[in-house]
């Protein structure tokens, strides 16, 4: 029996690692596979944990108010120690970018099982851009004994940094594995918050689809982003922006202030999994800053306008399913409003390949890991 640890502590980290923990239970003859959660997000983290019917049997449970990258770095190290050394896997798998993974990769390094790491090879090649999360994944590539690298492209990044071409097996995303079971489920399930988002929508309406959380838009950056917002709705009737508001006070702040009391901009509080995938799934147009969204949303057809200077995920932006608009709100502007009343670009985009994946990396990884002395 291989014994793999599947290590995660957000919300983005659970819903990309809950197919691969599905499919190695597939193979328990194979596998002793046990799950580590750190929590370094709570409610949310556990929102997808119930989703997917994930049971934990390592929980961590170190969010706590206010916390810190010091702590929360030096919390999750050792709080892991206790974990390797109770179940002493062969194989830790971590996911992408965050504390979490740097964090339990080193922890890992410590302890001598060899480190997998999913969703690898992904580069701004820009330290503070996105803090901390590229230097998050330049400290776990150094690190990791295994690199499943999403694209050809994030292959290329790793090689250029002297990874072993054997260690690194091009697999997509896992997100897409996720997304394609998701999917599938919400239009099959009784969900309050898809019940409840059904009552506050438009029917006749384009929805536009709005998250932003990156430390590098909060002040300014979110000034203007929402400034674009309120006049998008304002010019445009036929429109209906959604925005599921972030609860960090450097987001909310900012965005009640200045899009609160307009008729066709709906802010609403985060969603939980299944109700953010039967939204995307009914948006129109979806302006982002998240990572993920980047990868799901071209697989539902969906154009997204990314609030970010720089992309780690340059293949979406090469594909033409993603355009790059920063924070700078005239910019946001006319986009938006090019693929609302251009019909021709706005289909010849919503058609576009998804350069992310077929939705089998978690095979391709379990196969892999199976065939390794």
């Not at 019917?53 to 916390?67: S, W």
């Not at 999917?183 to 929508?201: A, P």
């Not at 029917?203 to 590098?216: D, F, N, Q, W, Y």
């Not at 990868?295 to 993603?322: D, F, I, N």
Request: charged letters at 25%; aromatic letters at 6%.
């Amino acid at each position: 029996m291989k014994k793999n640890l599947i290590v995660f502590g957000t919300r983005p980290e659970a819903i990309k690692m809950a197919p691969l923990v599905q499919e190695f239970k597939k193979h328990s003859d194979i596998f002793d596979t046990r799950v580590c959660v750190t929590a370094q997000h709570r409610e949310m983290l556990d929102q997808v944990l119930d989703f997917f019917n994930i049971q934990p049997e390592y929980d961590l449970n170190l969010m706590k108010a206010n916390q810190n990258l010091y702590s929360l770095t030096a919390d999750i190290i050792v709080g892991l120690k206790n974990v390797l050394e109770d179940f002493n896997p062969d194989y830790v798998y971590v996911h992408g970018d965050t504390t979490t993974t740097m964090a339990a990769s080193l922890a890992t390094f410590y302890s001598g099982a060899q480190i997998c790491h999913v969703e690898a090879g992904l580069r701004t090649d820009i330290k503070r851009t996105p803090f901390p999360e590229e230097m998050n994944r330049q400290v776990t590539g150094r690190i990791a004994d295994y690199h499943f690298a999403p694209t050809v492209a994030s292959k290329e990044n790793l090689l250029k940094e002297n990874i072993h071409s054997k260690s690194i097996l091009v697999t997509g995303n896992t997100v897409i594995d996720a997304l394609m079971v998701s999917s599938k489920r919400v239009e099959n399930i009784h969900n309050d918050e898809i019940e409840n988002l059904k009552k506050i929508i438009n029917p006749s309406a384009k929805i536009i689809l709005v998250t932003g959380h990156r430390r590098e838009n909060h002040g300014d950056g979110f000034i203007r982003i929402c400034e674009a917002l309120r006049e998008i709705a304002l010019t445009n009737n036929d429109v209906e922006v959604i925005y599921p508001v972030h609860l960090n006070p450097n987001v909310k702040v900012p965005v009640y202030e200045i899009l609160s009391g307009i008729d066709n901009i709906k802010l609403i509080d985060p969603l939980a999994y299944p109700a953010f995938v039967w939204l995307m799934d009914k948006a129109y147009i979806i302006i982002t800053d998240s990572g993920g969204v980047q990868e799901e949303a071209p697989s539902l057809g969906k154009p997204v306008l990314v609030m970010r200077e720089t992309t780690e995920r340059p293949e979406a932006v090469e594909a033409g399913t993603v355009i790059l608009v920063g924070t700078d709100k005239d910019l946001i502007v006319k986009e938006t409003n090019s693929l609302l009343q251009d019909k021709e670009r706005y289909k010849k985009m919503s058609v576009l390949h998804n350069p992310y994946g077929d939705g089998k990396a978690c095979e391709r990884i379990v196969s892999f890991i199976s065939n390794l002395d």
